[in-house]
């Protein structure tokens, strides 16, 4: 497989600098994609390092790099800290998450992530899950397709769009993201209807993919399995989950035994993550040009006290 049709790492260079890495260390990247962070990281590892790479799609794992040094987990990062266990290692040095989908998720014309592509409506990127896009968008109650549409896609006619869905479900299924774009695309600003329709399909990709969900557990476990002096990198591409991991490395972990300055004078307790980016990390205009998708990118980089 060749990694940059498959998905141009974004940030590369900044995610390698933020995992600090040591040639005889562990590491996790925790969304292989095309591999192509995977193959920057294990370029600085010698014999005695390794890299355990995880992806829930299979897809990922077709193309997937053979090294000794190595290791391809088909899972979703959800279950990190299951997987040291059986793998029996104690600690990480550095772990990376380059979240949502990758350009051959959006690229592929049958699996449903584009209004670009009509195609079924499905949106899984384990394709052995069972809840689909169709699912929410023909059995979810309206007020919650409204949620879902408000907080994962940030629209503000999110109660609109989904009244339509609804009104347009009871006379006809809706099965094609052709269709769904076509229901929704009358209710868009015009100038915005691209970007929007975007949003539409973002919000109902991580319902279907319980993205958020997964992220709240993925940053305890990688917490709880990084090595003291570790290296926490995650990218995020839209607010609400750039928000969530901003907060986590704020409070992860409050220390009952903390006896630090802040926690003894102001009663602050000091997170076991210490925010190393101060403000995300976002992409170089240079990069944006050459990689548009790198557009929304914000990188936040902590290490493990
Ligand atoms: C943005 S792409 C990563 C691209 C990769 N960094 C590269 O350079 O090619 C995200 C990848 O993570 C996978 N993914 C997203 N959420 C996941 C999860 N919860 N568990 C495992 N894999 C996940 C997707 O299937 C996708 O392949």
Aim: a neutral charge; aromatic letters at 8%.
């Amino acid at each position: 497989m060749d990694c940059p049709t498959y998905h141009i790492p974004v940030m590369l260079n900044e995610c390698i600098e933020g995992l600090n890495i040591k040639p005889d260390g562990i590491y996790l990247d925790l969304t292989y994609g095309g591999g192509g962070h995977s193959m920057e990281i294990l370029s600085r590892l010698d014999d005695r390092g390794h890299l355990y790479g995880f992806d829930q799609d299979k897809d990922a794992m077709d193309g997937a790099i053979q090294d000794d040094k190595f290791t391809f987990v088909h899972s979703n990062f959800r279950f990190i800290g299951n997987w040291m266990r059986y793998y029996n290692v104690e600690g990480v040095d550095g772990i990376l998450a380059d979240l949502g989908v990758s350009s051959h998720h959006l690229d592929d014309g049958e699996r449903g992530f584009s209004f670009r592509h009509d195609a079924p409506l499905d949106m899984r990127m384990n394709r052995k899950s069972s809840l689909t896009a169709y699912n929410i968008v023909m059995e979810y109650p309206e007020d919650r397709i409204a949620d879902i549409l408000y907080l994962y896609g940030e629209l503000r006619h999110s109660r609109r769009i989904a009244a339509k869905i609804v009104k347009h479900r009871t006379k006809e299924e809706i099965k094609t993201t052709g269709q769904l774009a076509g229901i929704v695309a009358p209710l868009l600003n015009r100038e915005r209807e691209k970007k929007d329709l975007a949003r539409v399909f973002q919000a109902l990709r991580i319902e279907v993919n319980g993205e958020m969900k997964a992220l709240g557990e993925m940053l305890e476990s990688a917490t709880s399995i990084l090595n003291q002096g570790g290296r926490l990198v995650i990218m995020t591409y839209h607010s609400l989950e750039d928000r969530i991991v901003k907060n986590y490395i704020k409070k992860a972990g409050h220390n009952k035994d903390d006896n630090s300055t802040d926690s003894l004078i102001f009663g602050k307790p000091t997170s076991i993550l210490k925010d190393l980016s101060k403000g995300a990390v976002i992409p170089s205009e240079e990069e944006i040009n050459i990689n548009p998708r790198s557009r929304s990118a914000k990188l936040r980089i902590a290490e493990k006290r």
